[in-house]
């Protein structure tokens, strides 16, 4: 069964910091794309990041230069570096797995999430 | 940027009811087109790929169509556990981009 597990979910100070990790299980980590959407409260899906097998990194531009993503494959664990923080990064951080169909990644099994909030 | 606008925005249904909602892209996608269905305080779960495709475990009350910029989520008996919010996305490149959300209520 795959599990995804999200963490490193805190309060934090503009311009503060945080690691988001991801745990998963179920499934061979290394051969799949992996990504971050967060969602702020009461609103909609937003795509965040996302990181391919060879480490190809992709970012939304609202966080390019201060979010990065990375993946630890001998942990099966994602991770999402969040620097700078403001307070429209205020959400829920979910991490996605995506399945390869026909030439692209869509996303076939999600975490619970993990808040971050940004507030003074 | 691909823009994806989903219709209506909200909607009240009975159980029992036909409902259709429409995602329209702002430029073709092929059938690079998902469906996610969340219900509150809970991760969103896939339903949909290649804009027909049903995910595995997904009811066949679920169905998509379409193809290019104009694509449909039919559900065609509504249950009591379908009240909920579904979302589009393309994922025909990066940015991926979601629609807004269509909450169906009772």
């Known amino acids: 069964e795959v599990q995804l597990l999200e963490s490193g979910g805190d309060l934090v100070q503009p311009g503060g910091s945080l690691r988001l990790s991801c745990a998963a299980s179920?499934?061979?980590?290394?051969?799949?794309?992996m990504t971050w959407v967060r969602q702020a409260p009461g609103k909609g899906l937003e795509w965040v990041s996302t990181?391919?097998?060879?480490?190809?990194?992709y970012y939304a531009d609202s966080v390019k230069g201060r979010f990065t993503i990375s993946r630890d494959n001998s942990r099966n664990t994602l991770y999402l570096q969040v620097n700078g923080l403001r307070a429209e990064d205020t959400a829920v951080y979910f991490c996605a797995k995506s399945l390869v169909v026909d030439g692209r990644g869509y996303f076939d099994y999600w975490g619970q999430g993990t808040l971050v909030t940004v507030s003074s | 940027d691909i823009q994806m606008t989903q219709s209506p925005s909200s909607l009240s249904a009975s159980v029992g009811d036909r409902v259709t909602i429409t995602c329209r892209a702002s430029?073709?996608?092929?059938?690079?087109l998902a469906w996610f269905q969340q219900k509150p305080g809970k991760a969103p779960k896939s339903l949909i790929y290649g804009a027909s495709s049903l995910q595995s475990g997904v009811p066949s009350r679920f169905s998509g169509s379409g193809s290019g910029t104009d694509f449909t989520l039919t559900i065609s008996s509504l249950q009591p556990e379908d009240f909920a919010t579904y979302y589009c996305?393309?994922?025909?490149?990066?940015?991926?981009?979601f629609g807004g959300g269509t909450k169906i209520e009772i």
């Open positions: 430029q073709g996608i092929t059938n690079y």
């Open positions: 990181i391919g097998t060879n480490d190809d990194t």
């Open positions: 179920g499934f061979t980590f290394s051969i799949y794309a």
């Open positions: 996305q393309q994922y025909i490149s990066y940015p991926l981009t």
